[in-house]
């Protein structure tokens, strides 16, 4: 299936579609890694376009509000049947927006106000609804918030001292920056120890899981929240999958507690994206998302970047370029986009910079492995990054560099 014409809407508003068209060839020549972005399928798409974006669908299936309720129940119950069998869960909610909207909705079922959670610190990998001071949960519940030691694993000693003296009534794991494994089953049994729930916010994971390349979590704790757009491949949109005493309480905090009607149109594309992943072909696409990972890693290593947690055991890798480069990390981001490299300022663990000037970058292999790169094509492009950020910003190099970035791109279209 190729790509949409956009025909009408070049009709009905140029603007918009010249910048859609725009943003087609961004992606078409561009090497995408971006540890949270990837490119769903054209079915996915096509049910994203679908007829369910006009309906209103306030309420679960068979207890809805508004009248025309029959199609949008069989997506919403085929979704959630989908979901709990690639997961083993014995609960889901597909409604939730977003990782950010399902987290909250979690700790509005499972938590008073002024409640203590035990999470992981952003300036360590963990994400900015795991307690950072700038988010609204911050204002309304007490996050505690555990590091990673020096060799790059979660410091599971502090987790346990902090939670025998503060008592959370929520333990909660996961990141967006963190590039190692965590003890799952270590982090339930102190959850339990201490009287609290357990939470993984296993957004950036899913797909992986999904395709059985690393273990599965979820049947093991309370409850589990995750994005679908990220290595799930899937549109944007949020879940909440939980055990199945914490199903009412999850269910009436997302609707009515924090939102309306739910986008029945995302609904439908994440039933799609469901589907796609229980598929022996998503287990193939998994595996090789690690499979590149080690080769983008054993090649930044051997061309001396400093690599934060010390090695990667997921999609993800933390690069510290202040200290492999002397490059800052928004310096680092912005010469990679000028060469057609897309990825992300990130701060690196104890870092002395702020975000927006950060020490490190983060990239990611789950993009460009949709695309078809394999080991040797994440190869050449660590080789790139590296050549970029000891270009010194030469123009003359960094338009070489561009050119075979482009090319390299070029060989790995999305959309046919």
């Known amino acids: ?50 007829v369910f974006t006009n309906k209103y669908s306030e309420g679960y299936p068979g207890r809805r509000y508004y009248a025309g309720q029959a199609n949008t129940d069989t997506i919403e119950t085929i979704a959630i049947e989908r979901v709990k069998k690639l997961f083993g869960a014995e609960h889901a909610n597909v409604q939730p927006l977003s990782g950010a909207p399902a987290n909250l909705a979690v700790y509005s079922a499972l938590l008073k106000p002024g409640d203590t959670v035990l999470g992981m610190h952003l300036g360590h990998g963990g994400h900015l609804t795991h307690g950072h001071p700038v988010t609204h949960s911050a204002q309304i519940y007490n996050f505690i918030r555990y590091e990673t030691l020096p060799n790059g694993e979660i410091d599971y000693a502090t987790m346990e001292k902090l939670a025998k003296e503060h008592k959370p009534k929520m333990i909660l794991v996961g990141f967006s920056a963190y590039s190692r494994t965590i003890d799952y089953a270590r982090v339930v049994k102190l959850a339990k120890k201490v009287g609290a729930y357990s939470m993984l916010d296993m957004a950036h994971i899913a797909g992986l899981v999904a395709g059985r390349a690393i273990e599965n979590p979820v049947p093991l704790f309370d409850v589990v929240t995750a994005t679908t757009h990220k290595s799930l491949r899937g549109p944007r949109g949020g879940l909440i999958l939980c055990k199945a005493e914490f199903a009412a309480a999850i269910d009436k905090a997302v609707f009515p507690g924090l939102q309306g009607g739910p986008h029945m149109n995302v609904v439908a594309a994440k039933a799609v994206a469901f589907a796609e992943a229980l598929q022996p072909s998503f287990r193939s696409y998994a595996k090789q998302i690690l499979k590149n990972a080690k080769a983008f890693e054993s090649e930044f ?15 993800l890798l933390l690069l510290d370029t202040v200290a492999s480069h002397g490059v800052t990390g928004d310096a680092a981001q912005k010469m990679l986009e000028s060469v057609g490299i897309s990825l992300n300022k990130n701060q690196v663990p104890n ?24 080991v040797a094509e994440f190869r050449i492009v660590a080789g790139l990054i590296d050549e970029t950020l000891r270009s010194g910003g030469n123009q003359k190099i960094l338009k070489a560099i561009a050119k075979d970035v482009l090319k390299l791109a070029k060989g790995f279209p999305l959309y046919k």
Not at 24 to 40: D, G, V, W
Not at 304 to 314: A, K, L, M, P, W
Not at 363 to 374: K, L, S
């Open 301 to 315: 290593l051997a061309r001396g970047f400093h690599i934060c947690f010390g090695h990667t055991e997921n999609h």
């Open 351 to 374: 870092d002395a910079r702020g975000p927006m000037d950060p020490s490190g970058i983060r990239v990611g292999t789950p993009a460009m492995t949709t695309r078809g790169f394999g």
């Open 1 to 50: 299936m190729k790509t949409p014409t956009y025909k009408i809407l070049k009709e009905c508003d140029p603007k918009i579609y010249t910048a859609t068209l725009a943003e087609e060839k961004r992606e078409a020549e561009t090497i995408e890694l971006i540890a949270s972005e990837n490119y769903p399928s054209p079915a996915v798409r096509e049910a994203l376009g679908s």
